[in-house]
T-cell receptor, first 114, second 116 residues
Framework: NAGVTQTPKFQVLKTGQSMTLQCAQDMNHEYMSWYRQDPGMGLRLIHYSVGAGITDQGEVPNGYNVSRSTTEDFPLRLLSAAPSQTSVYFC?????????????FGPGTRLLVL | AQSVSQHNHHVILSEAASLELGCNYSYGGTVNLFWYVQYPGQHLQLLLKYFSGDPLVKGIKGFEAEFIKSKFSFNLRKPSVQWSDTAEYFCAVNAEASGGSYIPTFGRGTSLIVHP
């Protein structure tokens, strides 16, 4: 199993550009989520999905869109990039509702918005 | 809203020193507690977790954590650190929200540097 994969690893954008961060998992997990990691801020939940076709907002959803058309994939879209979105983005998945379940993280995408 | 506090933002130790990283949360209901570790250049991975039973839980690589309900704490400990423990450590709490679902909240993280 590859686990959770993310592409790209690095990306530089100009303000106003749009892009999609890809996330895929091969563990047949129902729960998937996107976090951003900023220095001194820890991980903050952007959006999450509890299954194909179902998504919901996390703590910091503004400026981001998600969709979940398949169990495996959970892309994160930046609609119009802003310097404040410079961050490291992590995708995670878990087998069942968060409760007691461990989250499995991808390697992250480093995004710089100029 | 629930919150997770990690009091030590940066910790520098020599090899063989003992480690304790603090984690407190603000939620009075049912919680499930986690410590994740992020080694340099790697993704986050689980160190240990607690959801019921013995409040002293043991994880990988000699780490342990103690859940003290009365103090809303879940501190991470290791009696003797190694250079390879250099990493960032995150405390996370899955707290029960309305409708029986759980939402995860992460602390700010503690950066640990161990000198050889």
């Amino acid at each position: 199993n590859a686990g959770v994969t993310q592409t790209p690893k690095f990306q530089v954008l100009k303000t106003g550009q749009s892009m999609t961060l890809q996330c895929a998992q091969d563990m047949n997990h129902e729960y998937m989520s996107w976090y951003r990691q900023d220095p001194g801020m820890g991980l903050r939940l952007i959006h999450y999905s509890v299954g194909a076709g179902i998504t919901d907002q996390g703590e910091v959803p503004n400026g981001y869109n998600v969709s979940r058309s398949t169990t495996e994939d959970f892309p994160l879209r930046l609609l119009s990039a802003a310097p404040s979105q410079t961050s490291v983005y992590f995708c995670a998945s878990s087998d069942r509702p968060w409760g007691q379940e461990t989250q499995y993280f991808g390697p992250g995408t480093r995004l710089l918005v100029l | 809203a629930q919150s997770v506090s990690q009091h030590n933002h940066h910790v520098i130790l020599s090899e063989a020193a003992s480690l304790e990283l603090g984690c407190n949360y603000s939620y009075g209901g049912t919680v499930n507690l986690f410590w994740y570790v992020q080694y340099p250049g790697q993704h986050l991975q689980l160190l240990l977790k607690y959801f019921s039973g013995d409040p002293l839980v043991k994880g990988i690589k000699g780490f342990e954590a103690e859940f003290i309900k009365s103090k809303f704490s879940f501190n991470l400990r290791k009696p003797s650190v190694q250079w390879s423990d250099t990493a960032e450590y995150f405390c996370a709490v899955n707290a029960e929200a309305s409708g029986g679902s759980y939402i995860p909240t992460f602390g700010r993280g503690t950066s640990l540097i161990v000198h050889p």
